[in-house]
């Protein structure tokens, strides 16, 4: 059927589509890394067997009749190669993917009968039909039939084995194909007997499982009435493994009872059929378990997860922040009435609800926020696939680390992020490594903030190399950059290596020379490739990641690799910031980017090479007049405070005239008009009035080259 526009459960669709292609993008790759080294994972092949047919399923529901046909196409290529009739090949892999890539563009457009997907999907088509309806001869020969109750299996050792026909009668076509194969390796197989109380015996079913698959390969999960106990639910889980049975269930749940339901080294003389059942009993008839299963359970919803759309958390979000703009107001007048009356005019009952308001409001923004943290897996898994991409069509051999993609980040700001990100790993495959080496996504959460790193660790970046590409390109302050390091040369002193003098003024001077990287239209290279070249890459990173009110640094060696270090709040959606005064003008600086706040007196203040400092216990602090950056016309007042900020290792004092106080504020976007104005964040709305807020990370690089 075809697809309508209007059906608001479309969206559903779309995030759950989204999902089954992240997550098998993701488990392709973790397929060929198994192929690599001559193993196939045979969860990880079931687990991308369930996403294709469940996207099959979805995607067939919604009218995507050629996303149901490659879905299908990928369905049968993870099923031949779960039950070994397809070998797994780089020309199958790069068809999975390509195949994930047109899906994902088709959910992208919400169409599939674009002009410029119609190649996409015919190649995608014809690669997996070559896969997949291979000639019959070249394939491998089906696993044989179940054998007859009497005729015993063959093991790898040559002895003979016996398998229950109780268990065969219950086994699907694939765990069959798994026990057969186990066999034929020699495995010993074994029996899990567990029960669990009927309101818990989901979750403890599934711990024992995963406790399980640590120490063995896990078969199948059977219904069991052995015990013939009605308050519980009893399983059989077959597994095979190469360790002791006494080591098996040592990490295991308690109450777990491990029997050999198939044995290793039998005795010569073959034991009667009705033997293995004798130890812990044939499970029960699959009508049987089935019905007993339906009487101790419930037609409710296995899932307490809860789809929702961004926008409608937006929605939300904007709304406490409202109300808390209105408890800001209601405190004010609460105390202009208290000024006016007397505070004894206002009722203790005002006082404590006002209170509680407060409270419950402290307490709702929280939670609000907690929904819209997603963790940086769901980023890194794309940058992880976009590396081994480059690296493939670069012919390098790089290894990708992935380190805390469990920290947790604003939804949006993860998806504002990924092309910063995808910028900056394009320059460590294409840039700093040269034939071998790694890069290193690492996330870790710092106070309010979460860092984020792309690390190579190849050639890194030459300092006198950026410094004289940016004197030919005639890059702002690069000439003022480069008379300074002349006038150094010329004062040598006796005895003084040019060499020398040259080292230690790229060493001290380096953060600021590589700030040139970030100008727009810089790039070091002489050839524009298809990867990068042609400079825009950096300017574009450090333009998204400041419009995300954060910081981009840079640290590099040469000979050991570089390191770009982005500096994010957790989320933008509300913030606290701490509102100053400067003339007649008053600004809010997140509160994240403040470490201290002190009054500034004159004697504070000194002044090496033109530049205004102060003395902050042991280290010299740079200052930066807020009037004067920004060009205010106002008098110089008497009393001056400095607002202390920093990331990183960067710190600077903002010299104020006044500190107004701390709020909770949502910052709004400039807007296009406004969107190039720089030194700026964002606008927030305090009710009476909107004020600016303050792009601490523009300032204090600003600052550095002033």
Not at 450 to 470: K, N, S, Y
Request: charged share 25%; with cysteine.
């Amino acid at each position: 059927m075809p697809y309508d526009p209007a059906d608001r459960s479309l969206t559903d669709f779309i995030a759950e589509a989204e999902e089954l292609l992240e997550s098998l993008e993701q488990d392709i790759l973790t397929l060929g890394e198994g192929a690599a080294v001559g193993e196939l994972s045979g969860e990880v092949l079931n687990r991308i067997f369930r996403a294709a047919h469940t996207l099959k399923g979805v995607s067939g529901m919604y009218g995507f009749e050629r996303m149901t046909r490659l879905s299908h196409l990928m369905e049968e290529a993870f099923d031949s190669l779960r039950m070994d009739r397809l070998a797994y090949s780089p020309s199958l892999r790069n068809a999975l993917l390509e195949t994930c890539q047109v899906l994902r563009e088709v959910i992208r457009q919400r169409a599939e009968d674009a002009a410029d997907l119609q190649a996409g999907f015919e190649r995608c088509q014809a690669a997996l039909d070559a896969c997949v309806h291979a000639p019959a001869a070249a394939a491998p020969a089906p696993p044989p039939a179940a054998a007859p109750p009497a005729a015993p299996a063959r093991a790898g050792g040559g002895e003979d084995v016996v398998i229950d026909p109780e268990i065969l009668k219950v086994l699907t076509e694939y765990e069959e194909h798994v026990l057969r194969k186990n066999i034929k390796s020699g495995r010993a197989l074994y029996k899990v007997h567990c029960g669990f109380s009927l309101d818990t015996f989901d979750k403890g079913l599934e711990k024992v499982t995963e406790q399980l698959k640590g120490v063995s390969e896990v078969i199948s999960v059977l219904p069991s009435t052995s015990s013939g106990d009605e308050s519980a639910l009893e399983f059989d889980i077959l597994i095979a493994t190469d360790r002791e049975p006494d080591t098996l269930l040592d990490n295991v749940e308690p109450g777990c009872r491990l029997d050999e339901f198939l044995v290793k080294r039998p005795p010569k003389t073959p034991p009667p059929p009705a033997a293995p059942a004798a130890k812990g009993g044939p499970p029960a008839p699959v009508e049987d378990s089935v019905e007993a299963r339906t009487q101790a359970s419930t037609i409710r919803s296995a899932s307490e997860t809860v789809r929702v759309d961004i926008k409608k958390l937006d929605n939300l979000m904007n709304i406490v922040g409202e109300m808390i703009l209105f408890k800001t107001m209601l405190n004010q007048a609460g105390g202009e009435l208290a000024a006016r009356l007397g505070a004894k005019a206002i009722p203790p009952s005002f006082m404590k609800a006002n209170k509680e308001l407060e409270r419950r409001l402290k307490d709702l923004q929280n939670r609000m926020m907690e929904v819209r943290l997603v963790p940086l897996s769901q980023g890194f898994s794309r940058l992880q696939r976009e590396i081994r991409k480059l690296r493939d069509q670069l012919g390098k051999q790089i290894e990708v680390r992935l380190e805390g993609e469990d920290t947790q980040l604003d939804k949006l700001l993860v998806e504002e992020l990924v092309d910063p990100l995808m910028h900056l790993v394009r320059n460590a495959v294409d840039h700093g490594i040269r034939t071998i080496g790694t890069v290193l996504l690492k996330a870790s959460q710092v106070g309010n903030h979460v860092a984020v790193e792309v690390t190579d660790d190849g050639v890194g970046i030459d300092p006198a190399r950026v410094l004289a590409t940016a004197v030919g390109r005639k890059l702002p302050y690069a000439e003022e950059m480069k008379g300074e390091l002349d006038r150094q040369l010329e004062a040598l002193e006796p005895g003084q290596a040019r060499e020398d003098v040259r080292t230690r003024f790229l060493r001290e001077r380096k953060q600021d020379i590589f700030g040139f990287l970030f100008q727009p239209g810089f790039s070091t290279k002489t050839e524009v490739t298809t990867v990068s070249g042609r400079g825009v890459g950096l300017d574009v990173v450090k333009t998204k990641i400041a419009g995300l009110s954060g910081h981009v640094d840079v640290r590099s060696e040469i000979g050991k690799g570089t390191t770009f270090l982005i500096t994010l709040p957790i989320t933008l959606a509300i913030i606290q910031v701490l509102l100053v005064q400067v003339g007649e003008q008053q600004f809010a600086i997140p509160l994240a980017s403040v470490l201290e706040t002190r009054e500034l007196g004159r004697r504070d203040i000194s002044t090496i090479e033109q530049r205004e400092v102060m003395q902050l216990r042991d280290r010299t602090l740079p200052l930066v007049r807020v009037r004067r950056f920004f060009g205010l016309n106002s008098t110089r007042p008497e009393r001056q405070f400095v607002v202390v900020v920093g990331y990183g290792e960067k710190k600077m004092g903002l010299v104020v005239d006044e500190l107004v106080g701390q709020q909770d504020v949502v910052i709004k976007s400039l807007g296009r008009l406004l969107r190039g104005v720089r030194g700026f964040a964002g606008a927030a709305d305090l009710g009476s009035r909107t004020i600016l807020v303050l792009d601490v990370g523009h300032i204090i690089s600003s600052a550095h080259r002033m």
